[in-house]
């Protein structure tokens, strides 16, 4: 009798055992289930944060294709000197004017400003390649030229030259991040955060100019059978996030008048 008693003791024993470890598996499956969801939840909230941002980016990198341009600027060397040259054409926003429109034998000059003092400058400049001057022997810049916008601008045939080796346009930033003063002998740059500026530019160009030591007129001039250049400054040297968006629109929407 007692060993029965002790076997049955012993069985229930064993089943109870075997029932509590069953149900640390299952409360632990269920944390594991549990740690799982929590994980994957936090994934899917950083994907939508993560989309957010990138549909945000996108919306700012697509502003300068929303603003209006109303109104067209369109060069003159060819009307006023009579000769065989293609005239240039951009468009800008309500806000900007014309206040500035010279046209010699040798040259062009249109500027268009806004309130502040900003301003677009388009200049055709006669000369021959390489024939626009050494610059500065004091100071030079360390200027890096990035890819902001796309531009219209696509190079062909002055007369029966042709130049569309030079390759794909963009609108390019043009941040000076560097100060050479050759006068100490040593060459150094000195490392600062300066202005800013926007032009129209061969693809090419994109990197860093180590010695800029002329007006950007002539330093990011491309040559098209004369120098041309369409460069954005301003006053300060900056540029508020409005005016950068329509500068760079301004100056994409550059080209070869019709």
Not at 106 to 128: A, K, L, P, W, Y
Not at 158 to 168: E, K, M, P, R, W
Not at 186 to 211: C, F
Not at 229 to 247: M, R, Y
Request: charged share 25%; net charge negative.
């Amino acid at each position: 009798m007692k060993k029965r008693v002790l076997a049955i003791l012993l069985v229930m024993s064993m089943v109870s055992v075997t029932a509590c470890g069953a149900k640390k598996q299952d409360a632990s499956k269920k944390s594991e289930d549990k740690v799982r969801v929590i994980k994957q939840a936090d994934i899917e909230e950083d994907t939508e944060e993560t989309d957010a941002n990138e549909q945000s980016e996108e919306q700012d990198i697509t502003q300068a294709a929303d603003i209006a341009l109303t109104n067209t600027y369109t060069t003159r060397y060819e009307e006023v000197n009579m000769v065989t040259y293609p005239n240039f054409t951009f468009s800008y926003p309500d806000g900007w004017n014309v206040t500035e429109q010279d046209v010699t034998s040798q040259q062009e000059v249109g500027t268009i400003s806004n309130d502040r003092g900003v301003t677009v400058t388009f200049m055709h400049i006669d000369g021959t390649p390489g024939g626009l001057g050494a610059g500065s022997s004091v100071s030079a810049a360390r200027v890096e030229v990035s890819k902001v916008g796309d531009s219209q601008f696509v190079p062909g045939y002055v007369q029966d030259t042709n130049y569309a080796d030079l390759g794909s346009f963009g609108v390019m930033k043009l941040k000076q991040t560097g100060q050479i003063d050759m006068k100490s002998g040593n060459g150094e740059v000195q490392d600062i955060d300066g202005s800013t500026a926007y032009g129209v530019l061969p693809e090419s160009r994109i990197g860093t100019d180590d010695m800029v030591n002329s007006l950007y007129c002539s330093e990011f001039s491309f040559y098209y059978s004369a120098y041309i250049s369409l460069i954005a400054q301003s006053p300060d040297g900056t540029f508020t996030p409005e005016e950068e968006q329509q500068v760079i629109a301004i100056l994409g929407s550059f080209k070869v008048a019709e």
